[in-house]
Antibody
């Protein structure tokens, strides 16, 4: 059974850096074709894809947020980490990690974590 | 980025009746090399993460009831629920994966009339 779970701070201050961890099971990110994305959803609003890391360590970022995002992985712990710098109030959202399928469905998300709510406030 | 626009923003349908949600993309999602439309639909119930319903515009994910169907090609797509059940109350999102970054529609909130 494939599962993903997000963890991180519920509250961050403006200008701080957010670090979120996605811990997954049921697959290995070293297996050909495996990939994990981060997606966020502000309260009452639509979903926004943020970043993706693949089994071969290729990384992709939302172009509008690229300068603020870093995605990385720890294959020994089955974890994917997302860092977002210079947090602002508009970054308040539920942050999800999700598994992408094998090519050409790499950006179709078939298993999602429950999400973690992050509020940016002083 | 490809802009995805859904209509309506909200919809109220009686139990057992048909529900139809449309999604338009700012550019074609049809890949000529494989004749596939790079469009997915998700269902999100309150307090839950999205759930994949359909990909390739019309292929149901394993375990999704056959009352859910997707259609369309190019820039115009439709999600249809043939006979609305109480458990279908949710927000529905279309998503394109033709170009990076993948982008989502703004969502359609489906309620019982």
């Amino acid at each position: 059974q494939v599962t993903l779970k997000e963890s991180g701070p519920a509250l961050v201050k403006p200008t701080q850096t957010l670090t979120l961890t996605c811990t997954f099971s049921g697959f290995s990110l070293t297996t050909n074709g495996m990939r994990v994305s981060w997606i966020r959803q502000p309260p009452g609003r639509a979903l926004e894809w943020l970043a993706r890391i693949d089994w071969d360590e290729d990384k992709y970022y939302n172009t509008s947020l690229k300068t603020r995002l870093t995605i990385s992985r720890d294959t020994s712990k089955n974890q994917v980490v997302l860092r977002m710098t210079n947090m602002r109030a508009v970054d308040t959202a539920t942050y999800y990690c999700a598994r992408g399928r094998s090519y050409p469905l790499e950006d179709v998300f078939d298993v999602w974590g429950q999400g973690t709510m992050v509020t940016v406030s002083s | 980025d490809i802009v995805m626009t859904q209509s309506p923003d909200s919809l109220a349908v009686s139990l057992g009746e048909r529900a139809t949600i449309t999604c338009k993309s700012s550019q074609s999602l049809l890949y000529s090399s494989n004749n596939k439309n790079y469009l997915a639909w998700y269902q999100q119930k309150p307090g839950q993460p999205p759930k994949l319903l359909i990909y390739w515009a019309s292929t149901r994910e394993f375990g999704v009831p056959d009352r859910f169907s997707g259609s369309g090609s190019g820039t115009d797509f439709t999600l249809t629920i043939s006979s609305l059940q109480a458990e279908d109350v949710a927000a529905y999102y279309c998503q394109q994966y033709h170009n990076k970054p993948p982008t989502f529609g703004q969502g359609t909130k489906l309620e019982i009339k």
